[in-house]
C-alpha cells in the first residue's frame, strides 16, 4: 500500500480547498453588496445563480482573531437567489472587513470587501466629514432585447471612477435598471432585468466596499413613464425590496419605496414618485399623493439635522414644464415650497436624476431661505447633447450634457458646514464644482 506523506497530504488537500473555492464561484452571480449603515448594524446582499447557503464572516479591521458571523441564508428561486444578511454585531464608528461563504466553502474575490458603521459622535465632537456619490440611468445593454441599431448604454468604466473616490455610500436616484417590453409584464423579466444589471462586472468592486441607498423611477417601476395605473406595479416593488439593502419601504404602513435615513448631522428622505402617480390629464394631479406629501413636510420639520436631502425620481426646481419635471405638477410642487417657507425648514436639498443630463437649481424662498436642486444624470445610459428648456433656477454653468456622477462633500466645523458638488464624466476627470452657500 501506496503511504501518503504528511506534506503531500497537506498540498492535496490546500489543492481541494483551492478548486472548491473556484468551483464556489459559479453559484456567485452578483454582490456582495453593502447595504444600509448603522451604528449597530450593517445589512449586506448577495446573489446566487441557484440555490446556495450564504454567510458572511466579519471582523474589525485589524483584529481577524475575533470574528462574528451574519445568519446563514439559503437563498431561493421566488427572489432570484437574492438575499439579505445582517451584521449585527458591530460598534459605532469601526470598519469592518468581510469573507462571502457560499456552501460553507469561502469565495475569493479580486477587490477589497469592507463596511463601516456609523460613528457615535453626538455630544462628543463634531459631525464628521463625509462624502457620498450620486447618479442615476444605468443602461446595460443586452442586444437580444435591445432596439435595432446604436446601444443606448456604454462607458461601464464610470463605476470604476466613482470607486476611485472611495465615497462612504452611494444614492442610486432612480433608473437604476431598465426594463424593456420583454421584460415589465412578468416576474420572470423583471427579475432577469435586475440580474442582469446588477451583474455587471465593472460594478462589483464598488458594491463590495460601497455602502448603497435607492431610489425608483420609471424605468425600475415599468414602462416609460409609467404611474399608479401600471398594473404590475406590486411586482416591480417586489423586486426593488429583493435588490436593494434599504433601511426600510413604504409608510404609514402603505406599499412603496419611501424610506428616511440620517448619516452623520444630515438627514435623507426618499421618495416614491411612481406608486401612487397620477395622470397628468388629473385635475390637480399629484406625484407623491397627499399621504407622502404630508409626512414629506413633517418628517423635514421634525428634523433637527444640518443638511436635510430630499431624494426624488424627477427634477423638483427645474421651472420648465418639460417632460416629467415636478413643474408639471404645480399643485403638489408649490405646496411643499410654501410648507418649506412657512415653518422656516432651512437647508433642503433635492436630488435626483431621469433627465439625461446633469445640472444645479437655485430657488430663494426669501431672504433668509435657499432650496437646492441637484440632478445627475445619465450613468451609463445615453447623455442628451441638447438640452434647450429654460430653466430659470438654473445655476449659470452646471448643465452637464454627457455621461457623468456627481460628487457631494459636507465639510467643516458644527456652526461652519459647507456641501461641495462636483461633477465627474466618466473617466473620473472633474467637469463643474459648487459650493452652496
Request: net charge neutral; glycine share 4%.
Amino acid at each position: 500500500m501506496k503511504i501518503i506523506s504528511k506534506r503531500t497530504s497537506t498540498l492535496l488537500f490546500a489543492a481541494f480547498l483551492f478548486f472548491a473555492g473556484n468551483a464556489q464561484k459559479s453559484f456567485l452571480q452578483s454582490g456582495p453588496m453593502v447595504g444600509y449603515s448603522e451604528m449597530r448594524e450593517v445589512q449586506l446582499w448577495v446573489q446566487t445563480t441557484e440555490s446556495a447557503d450564504v454567510q458572511i464572516v466579519y471582523w474589525e479591521k485589524g483584529k481577524s482573531a475575533i470574528k462574528f458571523y451574519t445568519q446563514s441564508e439559503v437563498t431561493a428561486i421566488d427572489k432570484a437567489f437574492a438575499c439579505k444578511l445582517m451584521a449585527n454585531k458591530v460598534e459605532p464608528g469601526k470598519i469592518y472587513e468581510y469573507e462571502l461563504w457560499i456552501n460553507r466553502i469561502k469565495i475569493e474575490l479580486p477587490y477589497s470587501c469592507e463596511f463601516r458603521s456609523q460613528p457615535l459622535w453626538q455630544w462628543r465632537t463634531d459631525a464628521p466629514d463625509f462624502s457620498f456619490v450620486i447618479g442615476s440611468c444605468t443602461y446595460v445593454n443586452d442586444a437580444p432585447y435591445d432596439r435595432p441599431k446604436k446601444p443606448y448604454g456604454g462607458d461601464y468604466h464610470i463605476y470604476n471612477s466613482i470607486d476611485s473616490t472611495h465615497p462612504e455610500f452611494m444614492i442610486w436616484l432612480g433608473d437604476n435598471i431598465y426594463l424593456r417590453e420583454a421584460d415589465w409584464n412578468t416576474k420572470t423579466g423583471i427579475y432577469y432585468r435586475y440580474t442582469h444589471t446588477r451583474s455587471l462586472p465593472e460594478m462589483q468592486s464598488l458594491l463590495a466596499h460601497t455602502h448603497n441607498y435607492a431610489i425608483w423611477d420609471d424605468h425600475d417601476f415599468g414602462p416609460n413613464n409609467s404611474d399608479r395605473s401600471f398594473i404590475h406595479k406590486d411586482n416591480t416593488l417586489q423586486a426593488f425590496t429583493d435588490f436593494w439593502p434599504n433601511p426600510s419601504f413604504g409608510i404609514n404602513d402603505k406599499p412603496g419605496t419611501t424610506t428616511q435615513f440620517r448619516y452623520n448631522d444630515c438627514e435623507f428622505f426618499a421618495l416614491d414618485n411612481r406608486y401612487y402617480r397620477e395622470s397628468e390629464k388629473n385635475i390637480d394631479p399629484s406625484i407623491l399623493g397627499k399621504e407622502q406629501a404630508d409626512w414629506l413636510i413633517e418628517a423635514l420639520s421634525a428634523s433637527r439635522s444640518h443638511y436635510k436631502f430630499v431624494l426624488v425620481g424627477g427634477q423638483f426646481l427645474n421651472s420648465a414644464k418639460v417632460y416629467e419635471n415636478h413643474s408639471n405638477y404645480e399643485k403638489e410642487r408649490q405646496y411643499i415650497l410654501d410648507e418649506i417657507k412657512r415653518r422656516n425648514i432651512k437647508d433642503v436639498i433635492f436630488l435626483n436624476g431621469d433627465r439625461h443630463h446633469g445640472e444645479i437649481s437655485k430657488l430663494a424662498l426669501d431672504e433668509n431661505n435657499t432650496v437646492y436642486d441637484i440632478t445627475s444624470s445619465p450613468l451609463t445610459a445615453t447623455a442628451h447633447k441638447k438640452v434647450k428648456e429654460e430653466n430659470t433656477n438654473r445655476i449659470e454653468g452646471s448643465l452637464i450634457k454627457q455621461r457623468h456622477f456627481t460628487k457631494i462633500s459636507v465639510t467643516g466645523k458644527r456652526k461652519k458646514r459647507i456641501v461641495t458638488v462636483e461633477f465627474f464624466d466618466s473617466f473620473g476627470e472633474s467637469i463643474f464644482k459648487y459650493i452652496l452657500e
